[in-house]
């Protein structure tokens, strides 16, 4: 039984991943450093691209030869 491929290419996950950590490190560093709300928005993009990785990650563990629904 062969694993499916993702939705990222190899080069894709490992951008994506380091956007997550950029995005989820630079929330709080702004919350401290800016006393407006504007660091929820990083938030949001790091949430967003989490979502992405997931949605990669279930895409790989599906046996190549399922189909979808």
Not at 1 to 28: D, E, K, N, V, Y
Not at 47 to 61: C, E, G, H, P, S
């Amino acid at each position: 039984m062969h694993q499916g491929s993702g939705i990222l290419s190899t080069r894709q996950r490992r951008l994506a991943w380091l956007g997550f950590l950029l995005a989820a490190l630079q929330a709080p560093v702004s919350a401290w450093l800016v006393s407006d709300e504007s660091w929820l928005f990083s938030l949001c993009v790091a949430l967003m691209v989490a979502t992405v990785i997931i949605a990669d990650d279930a895409a790989r563990r599906r046996p190549a030869d399922a189909t979808s629904d």
